[in-house]
């Protein structure tokens, strides 16, 4: 298999992780009370969908032989294996119960959040293009920038009872 192949398989990865990651924080702002809560885990699905965008920009262009795209070109307009979440609503909805509590939510998504950063710094590992190295690096401190605003908010919830937010 030649890099790019290995390139494309990865991408694809990306994009279920992405798609699966949304879908996550969605449902767990309909399960969270708190607003804040509620505010963090919507910011998190935006994020989720802006990296969707860049993924499968890279993605499209690998496929169509034109090569990564330079880091400001695949995020354009945007703010910014085995599946780190479980494919379909059913699965989902198991992983966060109704009786679940806020913090074992947190304790999923930073399950997940660490997963996703592992999964980007492989892929920039294994990758000698310089674009390919930009985009898996800056989608790399993303997620950990994620996986932070969560274990300040775990952190914070346990100690105090109450969410800090996003």
């Known amino acids: 298999m030649d890099q ?14 992405e798609k699966d990651g949304r879908r996550f924080y969605l449902r767990a702002a309909e399960r969270t009370t708190d607003q804040r809560g ?54 989902l909805e198991k992983m966060v119960r109704p009786d679940d509590s806020d913090l074992d939510a947190l304790l999923l998504a930073l399950g997940f959040e660490n997963d996703s950063y592992e999964l980007y710094r492989k892929g920039y590992a294994e990758t000698d293009d310089p674009q390919g190295k930009a985009m898996y690096e800056y989608l790399a401190d993303m997620e950990r920038e994620h996986f932070e605003t969560l274990m300040r908010n775990y952190e914070h919830l346990s100690r105090t009872g109450s969410w800090l937010g996003g």
């Open 4 to 17: 790019e192949d290995a390139a494309l398989r990865g991408l694809e990865k990306a994009i279920r992780i």
């Open 38 to 91: 509620k505010e963090m885990f919507l910011s998190l699905a935006h994020a989720e969908e802006d990296h969707l965008r860049i993924v499968e920009k890279q993605y499209d262009s690998l496929s169509e032989g034109r090569g990564w795209l330079a880091l400001a070109e695949a995020t354009g307009e945007v703010d910014l294996g085995r599946p780190l979440f479980p494919p379909g609503r059913e699965a």
